[in-house]
């Protein structure tokens, strides 16, 4: 099952969290907030409830 981590305010901040996670072995996914997509719109950080412990640890490494 997907949780959200985090919702930012435009597709570069959650393209960012995404590399971030994916580089470190955690799968990620980013969807739209609400109908409108695109550069400006707010979109959701999703990763898997498993790996959510694995997230703290890479949060404090940076």
């Known amino acids: 099952m997907w949780v959200e981590f985090k919702?930012?305010?435009n597709l570069i901040a959650?393209?960012?969290w995404k590399e971030l996670f994916e580089a470190e072995g955690i799968p990620t996914?980013?969807?739209p907030e609400g109908s409108e997509?695109?550069?400006k719109a707010r979109?959701?950080?999703l990763v898997p409830e498993?790996?959510?412990h694995l997230?703290?640890?890479i949060?404090?490494?940076i």
């Open 55 to 57: 997230i703290e640890d």
């Open 50 to 52: 498993l790996k959510k």
């Open 29 to 31: 996914r980013i969807l």
């Open 7 to 9: 919702t930012v305010p």
């Open 37 to 39: 997509v695109g550069e």
């Open 59 to 61: 949060l404090r490494k």
């Open 14 to 16: 959650a393209e960012m």
């Open 43 to 45: 979109y959701r950080v």
